[in-house]
């Protein structure tokens, strides 16, 4: 497995964040120039999600390498309009009351000390969401799998089970008990759907 590391975060906390999902998937693509090589998959969880979905997408306008499965979890598919609130032209104050009202968040992050820290980059990732806009084009010949927590308020089993029109080879969503980060709580139950995906190379519906 390979994490993708995002500018303005960990080992590449001095780069600027890109608040915009198509300079992210560019920069993935320019990080990963090898991708195709060999059998792949691509798992994304929230913006993740959009993330992988259009880094496929730019890989089939260029003529590359398809993943063999892509696997998105924790957001309403694309074609949806977002219907959560705008807040990444909030300040730091406002944009954490905000996240503590409206969103399914970790209590670790309204530490102040965190806070700080983590703002900017949060601030990044919520405009890159608020700004993403779906452009219609022919579904993945990929099998998309969509994940999701059953009780996420984020993005509702409705909306992610709409994924499936994405693809030529729709499957059947799976839900986790849980919220938006279902993933941290149901961690093991996960890892092993993704292993036996990952080791067949394949994916059933």
């Known amino acids: 497995m390979i994490p993708v590391q995002y500018p303005g975060r960990e080992t590449r906390y001095n ?3 890109i608040p915009r999902v198509e300079g992210l998937v560019e920069d993935f693509l320019s990080r990963h120039p ?8 691509f798992f994304g969880h929230s913006l993740g999600a959009i993330v992988a979905f259009e880094a496929a997408r730019k890989l089939r306008a260029r003529g590359l390498h398809q993943p063999f499965a892509l696997l998105v979890s924790g957001y309403p598919a694309p074609h949806l309009p977002r219907t959560r609130p705008k807040i990444s032209h909030l300040d730091q104050e406002a944009f954490f009351a905000a996240l503590k009202q409206d969103f399914d968040v970790t209590d670790a992050l309204f530490d102040p000390q965190l806070a700080s ?8 990732d919520f405009e890159a969401v608020e700004t993403y806009r779906f452009a219609p084009e022919a579904p993945l010949d990929v099998p998309i799998l969509p994940l999701g927590g059953d009780q996420d308020r984020e993005a509702t089993p409705e909306q992610v ?15 986790f008990p849980g919220g938006h980060f279902y993933l941290q709580e149901k961690q ?7 292993v036996s995906i990952l080791s067949r190379r394949t994916i059933q519906g």
């Not at 820290?117 to 990044?124: D, F, I, R, S, W």
């Not at 693809?167 to 799976?174: A, G, V």
């Open 15 to 17: 780069e600027p964040n």
């Open 34 to 41: 090898t991708i195709g090589e060999a059998p792949f998959a």
């Open 117 to 124: 820290y983590v703002y900017p980059t949060l601030q990044a």
């Open 161 to 175: 089970s709409a994924w499936r029109q994405h693809s030529t080879h729709p499957l059947q969503p799976r839900f």
């Open 188 to 194: 093991q139950r996960l890892l092993i759907l993704l």
